[in-house]
């Protein structure tokens, strides 16, 4: 029963995160943990979380992004490259105290609809950010989404930018843990379900994502990153 119940939040999961653009991480970080143990959590959920990107992505439109996406996949690769260099130089909770603070300034410009004129390299700067706090986390959806809000992206618009970000991030920092745990053993059976559950989500929140109106991804957003916030800023409480 637990088992059938985890392989349905992970999907859920993967149709959350297809639809609105965040979500996956925070939906089945239990289930991951109860499947397979907090020691492979984190590559596990980023290498779902790249799936769930690449299946997410709008391919008849990914090369009509505006400049600001270009500078955000500059700069999230970028950062990515420099919290692999700095891994282990920095402890855990620098790292999620400054996401914890990224966030909560996210949800209260949000909430008080304040759009910032942010220029295209203050934009790749933030991204450089959010892609060196992504080895540490798997979880830079929140963020991401909150700075493309910020810039006065719908959450129409955010829904679909998002996902070439995600792709890049989770796989670069994929690659990294990969390298850094070299038992974490991807071919087997349960990984495998894994994958057609992510699939099949990820396929599925795309027909939601067209469906949903703007108002209502943008509450799903702002939601799922104030719970996201919480759980990491407990985290850094408790370190």
């Known amino acids: 029963m637990l088992l059938t119940v985890s392989f349905i939040s992970i999907f859920l999961g993967a ?5 609105i653009g965040i979500g996956f991480s925070i939906i089945a970080v239990p289930s991951i943990i109860f499947l397979f143990g907090i020691d492979i959590a ?48 920095l402890s855990e909770k620098q790292i ?18 304040i759009q910032l004129k942010i220029s295209p390299w203050v934009f790749a700067v933030l991204f450089f950010v959010i892609g060196v706090s992504a080895v540490w986390t798997a979880v830079p959806g929140p963020l991401m989404a909150f700075a493309l809000l910020a810039s006065g992206k ?19 920092s994929l690659l990294f843990h990969l390298n850094l745990n070299p038992n974490f053993d991807l071919n087997n059976s349960e990984f495998y379900i894994l994958i057609i559950m992510v699939i099949a989500g990820a396929i599925l ?25 919480m759980i990491i800023f407990t985290r850094v409480l408790n370190l």
Do not use: H
């Open 15 to 19: 149709c959350l995160q297809s639809s």
């Open 42 to 89: 984190i590559p596990l959920l980023l290498a779902l979380n790249f799936i769930v990107s690449l299946f997410s992505i709008d391919y008849r439109n990914i090369l009509k992004r505006d400049k600001l996406i270009i500078y955000a996949i500059f700069g999230c690769s970028i950062g990515v490259i420099l919290g692999i260099w700095l891994y282990g130089s």
């Open 96 to 113: 999620l105290t400054l996401i914890s603070v990224l966030m909560l300034s996210g949800i209260l410009t949000v909430l008080t609809d």
């Open 205 to 229: 929140g795309q027909r939601f994502r067209i469906k949903m109106s703007n108002k209502i991804k943008s509450r799903a957003i702002i939601t799922l990153s104030t719970v996201s916030a």
């Open 154 to 172: 719908s959450a129409d618009e955010v829904s679909v930018s998002i996902q070439p970000l995600a792709l890049i991030v989770y796989g670069l």
